[in-house]
């Protein structure tokens, strides 16, 4: 009896030990996991994607936790900016390559470590891509990997251009020079001379489209924006007063168009607008939606260009916080590898392209006439300057343009004071987003 106590005893107090090692394993699983904080902006047919990659990269590694947050588009910038300068940001993020620079500058983002990401070097990164990569990279060193590439086209409506007795195919212009006659052939006017149907028209009330349409032309003339270079203003030389004057002509001269109407993506879906150049190959579902026979072709080139450039390239780029610890980040551009290797889900389920092997070998893809466009014109895009304080630096642009085009002042008047405006937004934010990193 006794023997058959103290064995009782034996084996409940081996069984009290084994839960005390359990438990203290399971404690410092936990102690020892590390937490990824990662922050998206909404775009409701990608959630569910990232949903599902970030279940299948925890299940895979245990020992790290992502924490998820979506977060509306209208407040993303100023939200990720706000958590950065008060050092609660996040680990993992995604974002566009027009606002890049201003985490660059101040020191906010890490360079991309390809062992963590479980690659020998850059070129093993890159080599996957067709390109994408230059909207992230500063001083030879690259900061971000791309989760979607696009560039824009232009979509021409069979239905108005036949109705008008032109094909797309065979009599749309490929020079600037050549525009404005085909979009006049084009227009529908009242008894005044007023459009009610415009040939085509400029995205006056996007502020991006003005910003990468207005750099893709100055691109094709020699021209930019700003000189990353130097970080001035460029706008006042010989070729932004050719493209300046081209946009104020477009409204004033030639009455094809301007601000005052409705916005050119809106028309064109509507049937409004015979053809539009800032969609990029994501429009496609929007046409069928519509139910728009459609063509799709290349920008437009100044007949003397310099460079055969189309539209900016542009990126959404996933960078890892600099500030975070060092084993978060590596945890971070592990998941960041992870999620970029699901590049046909984003493709397929929410529109997104990479310009990948996988990708661009898809059935869906290849099937898709207009792929062609876009890849070919990508193989040619430049990305945009990148500038701290961006938004400041468009809308001077904007208002610029509102003072030629709307307010008739001569080009060769307003120029000078845009770039003396946009160098003092450059050094003013520039310099706000360096005392950040200190």
């Known amino acids: 009896m006794m023997r058959t106590v103290k064995a009782t005893r034996g084996r409940l107090l081996l069984c009290i030990a084994m839960a005390v090692c359990v438990i203290v394993g399971v404690n410092r699983a936990i102690a020892e996991q590390v937490i990824v904080k990662m922050w998206m902006h909404e775009h409701p047919p990608r959630i569910a994607i990232d949903k599902s990659i970030i279940a299948a ?12 947050e979506v977060i509306p588009v ?17 680990d993992l993020f995604n974002q566009f390559s027009g606002l890049v620079a201003q985490y660059y500058n101040a020191r906010v983002i890490a360079p991309v470590d390809f062992a963590a990401m479980g690659y020998a070097d850059e070129a093993a990164l890159t080599s996957q891509y067709l390109n994408g990569f230059d909207g992230a990279r500063f001083a030879g060193r690259l900061y971000g990997i791309p989760t979607e590439v696009s560039n824009w086209a232009c979509y021409a409506n069979n239905k108005i251009w036949k109705e008008a007795g032109l094909d797309p195919g065979h009599d749309f212009p490929t020079t600037w020079e050549a525009l404005p006659a085909i ?15 415009r040939g085509f028209d400029f995205n006056w009330s ?24 130097s970080y001035k203003a460029t706008l006042d030389t010989s070729a932004g007063r050719r493209v300046m004057q081209y946009w104020a002509d477009w409204a004033n001269r030639r009455r094809l168009g301007g601000p005052q109407y409705t916005d050119s993506r809106t028309d064109f879906l509507a049937g409004r607008l015979a053809m539009e150049c800032s969609f990029g190959i994501w429009g496609v579902p929007q046409m069928k939606d519509a139910k728009i026979d459609y063509t799709v072709k290349p ?5 003397d260009a310099v460079s055969d450039n189309g ?31 699901h590049a046909t889900d984003l493709f397929t389920g929410a529109g997104l392209f990479v310009p990948r092997k996988e990708v661009m070998d898809l059935p ?31 809308d001077t642009i904007l208002r610029g343009r509102d003072r030629m085009v709307q307010g008739g002042e001569p080009v060769a008047d307003v120029l000078p004071a845009m770039n003396d405006d946009m160098n003092a ?10 005392a950040m990193a200190k």
């Open 57 to 68: 990269f925890e299940q895979a590694n245990p020992d790290v936790k992502i924490q998820y």
């Open 74 to 90: 209208a407040e993303y910038g100023t939200k990720l900016l706000t958590a950065f300068a008060s050092g609660a940001g996040p």
């Open 183 to 197: 979009a006049e052939k084009l227009t529908q006017r009242d008894a005044n001379g007023v459009p009610l149907r």
């Open 206 to 229: 996007n502020r991006n489209a003005v910003w990468m349409t207005s750099s893709t032309m100055l691109h094709q003339l020699g021209g930019n924006i700003v000189d990353e270079a």
């Open 299 to 303: 920008a437009p080139r100044f007949a």
């Open 311 to 341: 539209f900016d390239a542009y990126a959404f780029y996933m960078m890892v916080n600099a500030r975070s610890p060092a084993v978060t980040q590596k945890a971070a551009w592990k998941l960041a590898r992870s999620y970029v290797d």
């Open 364 to 394: 869906s893809y290849k099937a898709d006439p207009t792929s062609a466009v876009f890849i070919e014109e990508l193989k040619k895009a430049k990305f945009s300057p990148r500038v701290v304080g961006y938004d400041q630096v468009a």
């Open 425 to 434: 937004i450059l050094r003013r934010e520039r310099a706000r987003a360096e």
